[in-house]
């Protein structure tokens, strides 16, 4: 299995553009969950989704976030404006829906919004 | 809200030296989960416990789940440049997919 994959792995933009991470989840896998890892707050959920659908929402900052999976092996998350305090990295992970609910993470993106 | 509070956050030994990381939670979990994350990579699940007093071994790390489910241990035997990294714990409860991370115990092994 090719593991979890993350794109782009770095991003760059400045502030106010539109930015979207994509992840495509191992096979097989229900769960899918965005984190933001950055040093001071280390690793946040962002949101989760099980088969496809948007289960909790909480950790998303704020209204400029937003998350699809439109369908089992594809999800995107959109950053519109994107703000500098935005910059860290962003990590997909996937798991099976039955305990213990082990997650496979991707390498990440590293996003800079200068 | 569940926390787990892992110690130390940073951790700076030399090679062929022992170490103890802990994870700890006033909460109980189904189940632990130990990950490494190496620079510029994600987190990479090690090992998980998942009953109370449980024991695993990899090689030179050995994984302990407390008796309450409250919290874990990693301890590494002999340690070296390799180790390093930052290990995060992780608990899941009940049928919640999600999992609980802790802010993790950056580990460097000097040659």
């Known amino acids: 299995d090719a593991g979890v994959i993350q794109s782009p792995r770095h991003e760059v933009t400045e502030m106010g553009q539109e930015v979207t991470l994509r992840c495509k989840p191992i096979?097989?896998?229900?769960?899918l969950f965005w984190y933001r890892q950055t040093m001071m707050r280390g690793l946040e959920l962002l949101i989760y989704f099980n088969n496809n659908v948007p289960i909790d929402d909480s950790g998303m900052p704020e209204d400029r976030f937003s998350a699809k999976m439109p369908n089992a092996s594809f999800s995107t998350l959109k950053i519109q404006p994107s703000e500098p305090r935005d910059s860290a990295v962003y990590f997909c992970?996937?798991?099976?829906?039955?305990?213990?609910?082990?997650?496979?993470f991707g390498p990440g993106t590293r996003l800079t919004v200068t | 809200t569940q926390l787990l509070e892992q110690s130390p956050q940073f951790l700076s030994i030399q090679e062929g030296e022992n170490l103890t990381v802990y994870c700890n939670s006033s909460s109980v979990f189904s189940s632990l989960q130990w990950y490494r994350q190496e620079p510029g990579e994600g987190p990479v699940l090690l090992v998980t416990?998942?009953?109370?007093?449980e024991v695993k071994k990899l090689k030179r790390l050995t994984f302990q789940f407390g008796d309450a489910r409250k919290d874990s241990s990693l301890h590494i035997t002999a340690a070296q440049p390799g180790d390093t990294g930052l290990y995060l714990c992780a608990g899941a409860s009940g049928s919640n997919y999600k999992l609980t991370f802790g802010k993790g115990t950056l580990l460097t092994v000097n040659p």
């Open positions: 992970a996937s798991s099976q829906t039955r305990g213990p609910y082990e997650q496979y």
């Open positions: 096979s097989g896998h229900n769960s």
């Open positions: 416990v998942v009953t109370g007093g």
